[in-house]
């Protein structure tokens, strides 16, 4: 095990990282674990989340969490989304619903910031967070072959069914899932809220425990649980498996020959995509859709996209927020993209600064990898294919429950993984500007 010292388990440095590895357990619970209280479902994540804003405070005061220009951004976009709520729904309704997103967004991110500040501390962090990736991926694997779902009926009976909810507002109780068979199996659930998130988290724990260094059965059982975003028979799962193995094989190889680079595998990458559209004389989305598992639920993100930036457009401030946004009646209303979801609810500010904040992260992980030693340098590089596998995928679903909270604290520890703090980084822009 990585870091950890013998005789002891609660060193100093598994101390720091506890309410990250809280928060991560909370992430992979089950969305029926919850509170309902005066009205506000608080699942496990935002309880682990309000529990720890105390802690968090107490490192913004005392400077043991610099924060940094990106981390601004992230703070700008989260604030937007509660400006947004109060602007379309009035003060008095909407600010407690842009509070509960605020949070969703700033509270994950900044935790992960403040307790996992290195390379060692994500390593000690993929120990501790181990055994539940690896309970995720078999359970993933169980249902899938005895065609019966575990975890989420289980919980349901401890706890009350979910809600359905219409334009933000519970209008009864769901079943939140159902049988699905595709190539013989049935699409398996785990502890998540959709097949679809299940194989994205299970997809990017590979490109995080594979270059990761960490000895023995952690390593071997996550990667093997990782491998099990099979069983969510997903072509949005089979497409991040892809991409985590596709690149990390990239970066095995390109150690071995000189001419290959990152920036070389990025134009090229380009480059083949303009001559596939051009050969195929199908853009990107609608080739895609040819080879998914369900044409129908491709064609329908299309659409969803086509009327999402419409609706955008029409309300690029402050959006629509919970609010069914125009399409054709045989469209259902969900958004399959995060980043026009975010738009439609909140305008075009919140994903345009995030993703910019994201591209941003990704270039300084990428710059920061080659001042790196060999072990680092694969740990930094696997984190940054984990993260853009989720920013990619995020064109072809929402993020929401706990892998988002996921996604966004995958966020926070790249930043660490590449963080500059904001008065340096003003500094050095002025120095530019003379």
């Known amino acids: 095990m990585v870091g950890q010292s013998r005789g002891k388990l609660l060193t100093p440095e598994v101390k720091a990282i506890l309410p990250a590895v809280l928060l991560a357990y909370a992430a992979m619970a089950p969305q029926e674990v919850r509170l309902d209280i005066a009205g506000q479902n608080l699942f496990s994540y935002r309880i682990i989340g309000l529990l720890l804003l105390p802690w968090l ?21 989260a604030a937007w989304i ?32 403040a307790s996992i500040k290195s390379l060692q501390d994500l390593r000690r962090f993929l120990v501790l967070i181990a055994p539940g990736v690896i309970f ?19 919980a349901g009976q401890i706890f009350s069914p979910l809600g359905v909810y ?39 724990m590979i490109a995080l425990y594979w270059p990761s260094q960490i000895k023995s059965w952690p390593r071997l059982l996550a990667i093997v649980a990782g491998l099990c975003a ?11 498996l892809m991409i985590v193995i596709g690149l990390l094989g990239y970066e095995h190889f390109r150690r071995y020959f000189a001419t290959l ?29 040819r080879f998914s598992i369900s044409s129908g639920s491709a064609y329908n993100r299309i659409r969803i996209i ?11 401030v402050f959006g629509i927020g919970f609010e069914n946004f125009e399409r054709p009646s045989w469209m259902v209303a969900s958004v399959d993209n995060h980043w026009i979801l975010w738009g439609i609810r909140s305008g075009v500010l919140v994903p345009v600064t995030i993703l910019f904040a994201a591209i941003l992260t990704m270039v300084r992980c990428g710059r920061r990898a080659a001042l790196l030693t060999k072990a680092d340098r694969q740990l930094q590089i696997g984190l940054n294919i984990c993260f853009f596998t989720f920013l990619l995928c995020g064109a072809t679903v929402a993020f929401f429950g706990g892998v988002q909270t996921w996604f966004h604290m995958l966020f926070g520890i790249c930043v660490s993984a590449s963080a500059v703090p904001f008065e340096k980084w003003v500094n050095g822009w002025k120095g530019q500007s003379r």
């Open 136 to 154: 995720s991926g078999f359970i993933m694997a169980l249902e899938s072959l005895s065609q019966r779902f575990l975890v989420k009926p289980f």
């Open 166 to 204: 219409n334009e933000g507002a519970s209008t009864g109780v769901r079943n939140t899932i159902r049988q699905e068979f595709r190539l013989g199996l049935m699409r398996a659930y785990g502890p998540f809220p959709h097949p679809i998130l299940a194989g994205l988290f299970l997809s990017g």
């Open 82 to 113: 509660t400006v947004s709520f109060a602007a379309y729904y009035g003060f008095a309704e909407g600010f407690g619903r842009g509070v509960a997103l605020s949070l969703d967004l700033a509270l994950p991110y900044l935790i992960a910031r």
């Open 261 to 289: 680079s990152w920036p070389l595998f990025i134009w090229g990458a380009i480059l083949g995509l303009v001559v596939l559209e051009v050969i195929t004389e199908a853009n990107l989305l609608e080739l895609s859709a």
């Open 230 to 240: 099979f069983f969510s028979l997903s072509s949005a799962s089979f497409l991040a």
């Open 57 to 77: 405070t107490s490192r913004l005061v005392t400077g043991r969490l610099v924060l940094t220009a990106i981390d601004w951004l992230i703070l700008l976009a």
């Open 306 to 316: 086509e009327y999402g930036l419409a609706s955008i457009a029409n309300y690029p």
